[in-house]
C-alpha cells in the first residue's frame, strides 16, 4: 500500500489540540506508561498460572470506577460467586500496586523516593 504524502499531516489534524506543555504531556505520558507497564505485567502473571480469562475479565475493576458489569454478572460468566469476585478483585488490585511500586522502584534509589514518585504519578494523573 502506498504512503499517501498527506498522511501525518491528515492524522495530525485530528488529533485532539492539547493545551498542557510538553513538559506536562511527557509527564503524563510517562505515568501511563507506567501504569501500563505495571498492567502488563500483571497480565503476564494471570497467564503464567492459566488465569487470563478472569484477568480480561476483572481488569476494568482496577480503577475503583466499575463501568463494568455488576460483580454478581462477572462471576457468573466464570463460575464464581460474588463474593468470591469481590474478593478476586480485591487481590487484583493489590497486586497491581505492588507491581507499580516495583516499576517505580527500578528507577529510583530508595525506598522514600518510591513513595515520592508515587505521590507524584497520582498528582500527574489527576492534573
Not at 64 to 80: D, F, I, K, N
Not at 112 to 122: A, C, T
Request: charge should be negative; proline fraction near 2%; include cysteine.
Amino acid at each position: 500500500m502506498p504512503l499517501e504524502a498527506d498522511t501525518a499531516e491528515t492524522r495530525y489534524s485530528l488529533e485532539p489540540i492539547d493545551a498542557l506543555s510538553a513538559d506536562k504531556i511527557f509527564e503524563r505520558r510517562w505515568a501511563l506508561t507506567l501504569l501500563e507497564q505495571a498492567l502488563a505485567r500483571l497480565r503476564e502473571e494471570h497467564v503464567a498460572t492459566g488465569k487470563v480469562a478472569l484477568f480480561d475479565l476483572l481488569k476494568d475493576c482496577l480503577t475503583g470506577e466499575r463501568h463494568s458489569l455488576p460483580y454478581a454478572e462477572l462471576g457468573s460468566r466464570v463460575g464464581m460467586g460474588e463474593g468470591a469476585v469481590k474478593v478476586a478483585v480485591h487481590r487484583l488490585r493489590q497486586r497491581y500496586r505492588a507491581l507499580l511500586r516495583e516499576e517505580i522502584a527500578n528507577t529510583v534509589g530508595s525506598e522514600k523516593e518510591v513513595e515520592e514518585e508515587l505521590r507524584y504519578l497520582f498528582a500527574v494523573l489527576a492534573g
